[in-house]
């Protein structure tokens, strides 16, 4: 999974430099590396956190176009408000006492990310660095007892304590203008294993 990230984001990379060169610098209008920059954004990891919000600062005076990029992004799912959450029941009572069967695992995840950026060219920049991410996994069980002793059709969710815990992430990837002030983001992250995709409205200082 970590190497299809890298070599995606690489690719991603050298078509951009090819396709985003200068087009839209031609037009004379401000670009990442005449100009300094601040601005706001949607940012998801998919398929994991599609609630995020993104914020980018950037500046010609550092080596030509350089800044720092942070992030924030968490699931929306809440597991222990399914009426189906049974937190009084561990693993071990699921599988062994109750003799239930697994039948689904998921996680939520929460993640604050911080990255270098800098610009490669007017209208393309890479960026890089690494969060924070905190896991709670859950695992769903089947109790196919009529009627069910859990469950309104027997399935149920219970916590996952080994699988939870937190994580450092690491992610990176590239933003290119889209329009004079809008940046499009596409990238990897580790924790969890995902692509960021996102859009940011920079606008000059």
Not at 82 to 91: A, M, N, T
Not at 118 to 137: F, I, K, M, N, Q
Not at 161 to 172: F, I, Y
Not at 174 to 203: C, N, S
Request: proline letters at 6%.
């Amino acid at each position: 999974m970590v190497r299809i990230l890298r070599a995606s984001i690489a690719l991603l990379a050298l078509g951009c430099l090819s396709l985003v060169g200068g087009p839209l610098a031609a037009q004379g209008a401000p670009s990442l590396r005449n100009s300094s920059r601040i601005g706001v954004g949607y940012v998801a990891n998919i398929p994991n956190t599609f609630l995020g919000f993104s914020a980018l600062a950037m500046t010609y005076k550092l080596f030509g176009g350089a800044g720092l990029y942070v992030d924030f992004k968490t699931t929306t799912k809440d597991h222990r408000s399914d009426p189906d959450y049974y937190p009084g029941i561990s693993v071990d009572s699921a599988a062994l006492g109750l003799a239930d069967l697994l039948y689904a695992e998921e996680s939520e995840w929460l993640s604050v990310n911080a990255a270098l950026v800098y610009a490669v060219t007017p209208d393309l920049a890479l960026y890089g660095g690494a969060g924070y991410s905190r896991e709670r996994h859950y695992q769903q069980y089947y109790d196919d007892r009529v009627p069910p002793l859990h469950g309104e059709f027997g399935f149920y969710w219970i916590d996952d304590p080994e699988g939870s815990g937190d994580r450092v992430n690491v992610l990176g990837g590239v933003l290119f203008r889209l329009t004079k002030y809008a940046l499009f983001q596409l990238g990897g992250e580790m924790q969890p294993p995902g692509v960021t995709v996102g859009v940011i409205l920079a606008l000059p200082l």
